[in-house]
Nanobody, 115 residues
């Protein structure tokens, strides 16, 4: 099973930026589907952004124009650049990896947007 390690979370003021990273173990990363999800207390986990093996991207309406997902295949890493952060972006952010029918989750990284 693929191991995923997220990093880059933290505390940021409204309007600020953060860049999350997710490093995947093993081979075949370039053919994997990758995504970022988030979960706030008392809420269901929601999809934030996706990127296919061909680097096609998709975003939740709530983050369009503010967040950018990208991937670096030689480094087995996917990124989430988050700009113009809002308090409602506060959540634990999870990296998701899928190859074929097998999906894997990272442990999550906390993002807190507060003044």
């Amino acid at each position: 099973q693929v191991q995923l390690v997220e990093s880059g979370g933290g505390l940021v003021q409204p309007g600020g930026s953060l860049r999350l990273s997710c490093a995947a173990s093993g081979s075949g990363f370039s053919t994997s589907f990758m995504a970022w999800y988030r979960q706030s207390p008392g809420k269901q986990r929601e999809l934030v952004a996706t990127i296919t093996s061909g680097s096609s991207t998709n975003y939740a309406d709530s983050v369009k124009g503010r967040f950018t997902i990208s991937r670096d295949n030689p480094k087995n890493t996917v990124f989430l650049q988050m700009n113009s952060l809002k308090p409602e972006d506060t959540a634990v952010y999870y990296c998701y990896h899928r190859r074929g029918v097998i999906g894997s989750w990272g442990q999550g990284t906390q993002v807190t947007v507060s003044s």
